[in-house]
C-alpha cells in the first residue's frame, strides 16, 4: 500500500519561507519522478517543480529563483523550499509521485499555503 503524506504549509506573511515535506511508504522501490502541483482558489492544477530520481529539476516559471525542490537520499522523500513567497502562491500544494507501474500516480493529501498580510 503506497501512500504518500505530507507535512508543512500554513499561514506566511509576504517575502516569507515555507519548506514542505513528503514522504513515501509502502515499497522498497523508487519512484522515477517526485514533485509538487498546487491549485488555486478559480484555477485548475498546475506543475510547480519535478525532480528525477537522478537529481534533475524543472521549474515552473513562476517559481525560478525562489522555490527549491530536493530529494532524500535514501527514501522516497521529496522536499519544497519556497522562499519570497507571495500572495499569488496561495494555493493546495499537492505532492506527486510516479514510476513505470500501476497505478503509475500517487498523491499526497494536500496541504493549504495562504500568503498574506
Known amino acids: 500500500q503506497v501512500q504518500l503524506v505530507q507535512s508543512g504549509g500554513g499561514l506566511v506573511q509576504p517575502g516569507g519561507s515555507l519548506r514542505l515535506s513528503c514522504a513515501a511508504s509502502?515499497?522498497?522501490?523508487?519512484?522515477?519522478?517526485m514533485g509538487w502541483y498546487r491549485q488555486a482558489p478559480g484555477k485548475g492544477r498546475e506543475l510547480v517543480a519535478t525532480?528525477?530520481?537522478?537529481?534533475?529539476?524543472n521549474y515552473a516559471d513562476s517559481v525560478k529563483g525562489r522555490f527549491t525542490i530536493s530529494r532524500g537520499s535514501a527514501k522516497n522523500a521529496v522536499y519544497l523550499q519556497m522562499n519570497s513567497l507571495q500572495p499569488e502562491d496561495t494555493a493546495v500544494y499537492y505532492c506527486?509521485?510516479?514510476?513505470?507501474?500501476?497505478?503509475?500516480?500517487?498523491w499526497g493529501q494536500g496541504t493549504q499555503v495562504t500568503v498574506s498580510s
Open positions: 525532480i528525477s530520481k537522478n537529481g534533475d529539476t
Open positions: 506527486s509521485a510516479k514510476w513505470q507501474r500501476e497505478p503509475s500516480e500517487f
Open positions: 509502502g515499497t522498497i522501490f523508487t519512484f522515477n519522478v
